[in-house]
């Protein structure tokens, strides 16, 4: 079964950053390409990146473009999303996912953004 367990979200204050971290396994990760979405309180799931299993390229959806950068780390089974310049409307819960629509994604970690 695929299992996906994301970590290290936390509070933090405006322009600050953080590192999230995927675990995966149950699945040929490698072969995959792999997303974060997020949902912030109230509304839906909204896709945030996609990392392509192929060459490793990247894509970003505007709100985040310049500020996070995705990567993997195949050896590990191991998918990252850096957050830096973090803002207020940052504030959601990350999931990694395998698909842009995070049909299936991990329990997520929570990201707080405030001062």
């Known amino acids: 079964d695929v299992q996906l367990v994301e970590s290290g979200g936390g509070l933090v204050q405006p322009g600050g950053s953080l590192r999230l971290s995927c675990a995966a396994s149950?699945?040929?990760?490698?072969?995959?390409?792999m997303n974060w979405v997020r949902q912030a309180p109230g509304k839906g799931l909204e896709w945030v990146s996609v990392i392509y299993s192929g060459d490793s390229s990247t894509v970003y959806a505007d709100s985040v473009k310049g500020r996070f950068t995705i990567s993997r780390d195949n050896a590990k089974n191991t998918l990252y999303l850096q957050m830096n310049s973090l803002k207020t409307e940052d504030t959601a819960m990350y999931y990694c996912?395998?698909?842009?629509?995070?049909?299936?994604r991990g329990r997520g970690t929570q990201v707080t953004v405030s001062s």
């Open positions: 149950g699945f040929p990760f490698s072969s995959y390409d």
């Open positions: 996912a395998t698909d842009p629509g995070g049909l299936t």
